[in-house]
């Protein structure tokens, strides 16, 4: 007898990977010769194992969630429904380290739970950068060399998405967080493409970040800027707009954090209104990037610096933090946007699909789209090729559970 169980209702392995918002799955009989009975009572349950991430079972996407949960299946091939979900503060650190298994007794009176099949998952994290594991760290750096391929693989379009001329479509104006969201989630699914087990981590420039300017990780800066890694660092061959390197060069100590920025607490404080938390553009957004000279301290060439990205994951993770702080999810609550302004451009209002997503080239877009439609997911559905502003604000499927986009941060729950 065999059960096969499906996470995210899909049997493919791309699939296999949950954050802390309940994922729909399966669990079904596929060989049910020798059962006794018509229908069984199968456990779900998860084999212990040190160091890997921690999930929880329901039967219902609400809850309550447990270490365990027993549901009755037909024999007949029927699938039975139930969720699972990271256990908030328990993410993996390498793919596949939870085994979700299934366990049957073809009645409460029948001994042992047999074990019916087993399924490795991982609980996949969006992480403090600083905090990886050297095996995070190695898989991170593999992928966006791989990814950007010296300059001719996939990342040159996330390099053209990003620069002064498509400025206004994600700069200084409301979508900026959101058009930003769209953006580092089109970026982390194409290293997952590269390598699943790879999430986003985010740069805490509120606080010093020692580890990652190391040359096995984003590199030291020299005097001049060249940012210089280890022979084994495949950032070594990083090559961007036929510009060989990274130039960054720090105004602060890298054992520190830059000064003059705005602390994570006093972001969170900029009030519940989102007119008044967008300002964290400035400050500390902005700031961050000028506390260096180099390729991302401008606009035009920021997404040449892998570190850019981590800069603005860390952006990302305040607006979810700050989302969940004020209830700000609903993109149709007044104050989880900035729609009172007359001069929104398109791109900005909460109906209007995003650049260069959308593919449009007329009118006030650019006359260049580069990359094509954002990326998608085996694990979810949202935000879709063609995002609207509206389709990032509920990531987390808190208003509506098709909204998940399938991230996470491992201090936002
Ligand atoms: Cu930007």
Redesign the pocket.
């Known amino acids: 007898m065999q059960a096969e169980i499906q996470i995210n209702n899909s049997t493919t392995p791309a699939a296999r990977y949950l954050t802390w918002a309940p994922s729909p799955c399966r669990v079904r009989i596929t060989n049910p010769a020798g059962s006794p009975a018509v229908q069984l009572r199968v456990r779900l349950g998860t084999r212990t194992n040190t160091g890997g991430g921690s999930v929880a079972f329901a039967a219902q996407a609400g809850g309550p969630y447990a270490s365990t949960l027993t549901v009755t299946v037909p024999v007949n091939g029927q699938s039975v429904s139930f969720f699972v979900r990271g256990v908030f503060g328990k993410p993996s650190s390498g793919d596949r380290d939870v085994i979700i298994e299934a366990r049957a007794r073809s009645a409460p009176s029948s001994g042992n739970w047999r074990l019916l099949g087993t399924l490795p998952v991982m609980v996949r994290i969006r992480k403090n950068a600083n905090n990886l594991t050297s095996g995070e760290r190695t898989r991170l750096v593999a992928a966006f060399a791989q990814l950007n391929d010296q300059g001719l693989g996939r990342f040159a379009d996330f390099r053209e998405m ?1 620069v002064n001329q498509s400025s206004p479509e ?2 200084g104006r409301p979508a900026f967080l959101p058009w ?1 969201r769209a953006y580092l989630l089109d970026l982390e699914r194409e290293l997952q493409a590269v390598d699943p087990s790879v999430a986003l981590p985010y740069w805490r420039f509120d606080q010093p970040a020692p580890s990652l300017f190391t040359p096995d990780y984003l590199g030291v800066s020299d005097a001049l800027g060249n940012v210089q890694l280890s022979a084994t660092n495949p950032l070594q061959f990083w090559r961007t707009d036929n510009v060989p390197g990274i130039v960054r060069r720090p105004f602060f100590d890298p054992g520190q954090a830059p000064a003059g920025l705005r602390t994570e607490a006093q972001t969170l404080a900029l009030g519940a209104q989102y007119t008044g938390f967008r300002t964290l553009e400035g400050n500390p957004h902005g700031s961050a990037h000028t506390s260096f000279g180099g390729f991302i301290s401008s ?1 035009g060439t ?1 997404a040449r610096d892998p570190l850019f990205f981590l800069l ?1 994951c860390n952006v990302d993770r305040l607006w979810a933090k700050w989302q969940l702080q004020n209830n700000r999810f609903d993109s149709g609550v007044a104050a989880s946007y900035d729609t009172n302004n007359p001069g929104n451009k398109t791109g900005h209002n909460l109906v209007d699909t995003m650049w260069p997503w959308n593919g449009i080239t007329t009118g006030d877009r650019p006359p260049f789209a580069p990359g094509g439609a954002l990326a998608s997911s085996a694990c979810v559905n949202a935000p879709g090729p063609q995002p609207r502003v509206q389709d990032c604000f509920d990531y987390r499927g808190s208003v509506a559970a098709v909204a998940q986009m399938g991230f996470d941060y491992d201090d936002v729950g």
């Open positions: 990003h994600a700069h930003h606009i920021a603005h």
